[in-house]
């Protein structure tokens, strides 16, 4: 695929996918669509022409691992990254697609690893009925989250930002510093009502208490302070923002998305920060 084609990102939600549709023809790769499908209708209506489509994995569908090794020059470090992930994995790594993601620190590493059947199980739930069979990339959530946001939202690369994105019965959670993804977690919110009050609350506690863990690892790494949480995603209404206002320290808000960055030919369905992940799949 030439750094000019069409890509296309789809984040399933519950009963529908958000699709955004970004055209490498323009400056700066600027999304031109983002559609809301319901699952039923997404063989009939997606429309790939030739595009690179990238669907969103379930974050707990995606092993990750922290790799650390000496960067040398005689060495590809992407083959050297593929092969301390492989040995990590209990089962043959030909069973895995196996990815890399540079943290920005020397030598240090996110290796991610994903069975192909499984991966190839989720599209089918997607794209099940479309004839021909299309062929598809993968990728983990929490990091197309991260993805969208370094690349179509407003932000100071010097500040530590935390995202979190309320999907289908789990939150994905990033953290980005100097224009790379530092930290990735998940947290299972199944069974819990965001638009409950209780449930609301029983949400921001867990997040906070996970989001807490994470910077006390990073803290070696990374001197900076979390400077705001950005929530995105199904977060109905104000009653989750509100509970996660009370519980956390820092600016609690929603992703700012940069305007330049869109050309859309017409308003997307719903709130434009719940397509951010869909927006970081199709990142090249």
């Not at 790594?93 to 991610?112: C, Q, V």
């Not at 940069?258 to 997307?268: G, K, Q, V, Y």
């Amino acid at each position: 695929m030439t750094a000019s084609a069409s890509t296309i990102g789809i984040d399933r939600r519950a009963d529908h996918c958000c699709v955004a549709h970004v055209d490498g023809q323009l400056p700066d790769r600027r999304v031109v669509a983002l559609e809301t499908m319901p699952l039923s209708e997404m063989p009939e209506r997606l429309t790939p022409e030739g595009s690179q489509i990238t669907i969103g994995l379930p974050d707990s569908d995606v092993i990750v691992k922290n790799l650390f090794f000496e960067p040398a020059a005689r060495w590809d470090v992407s083959l050297l990254g593929q092969f301390e992930l492989s040995r990590s994995l209990l089962d043959d790594a030909d069973e895995f697609a196996l990815s890399m993601i540079p943290t920005g620190k020397a030598g240090r590493y996110f290796g991610l690893a994903v069975r192909h059947r499984r991966a190839e199980a989720f599209a089918q739930t997607i794209l099940a009925d479309y004839c021909p069979p299309l062929p598809v990339r993968y990728e983990m959530r929490a990091a197309a989250l991260a993805n969208g946001y370094l690349h179509f939202c407003r932000h100071d690369p010097a500040h530590l930002v935390c995202l979190a994105d309320i999907g289908d019965g789990a939150i994905s959670v990033c953290f980005a510093h100097h224009d790379h993804i530092v930290g990735l977690a998940t947290i299972p919110i199944r069974g819990l009502d965001p638009s409950n009050s209780a449930d609301a609350q029983e949400i921001a506690v867990t997040l906070s208490t996970v989001v807490n863990f994470k910077l006390t690892a990073l803290a070696a790494e990374v001197t900076a302070p979390l400077s705001a949480l950005l929530v995105s995603g199904s977060t109905d209404g104000s009653m989750l923002m509100s509970a996660l206002t009370r519980y956390w320290p820092t600016q609690v808000s929603l992703p700012c998305i940069d305007p330049e960055r869109l050309h859309l030919s017409s308003p997307a369905a719903g709130p434009i920060e719940n397509y951010l992940v869909a927006m970081g799949l199709a990142v090249e």
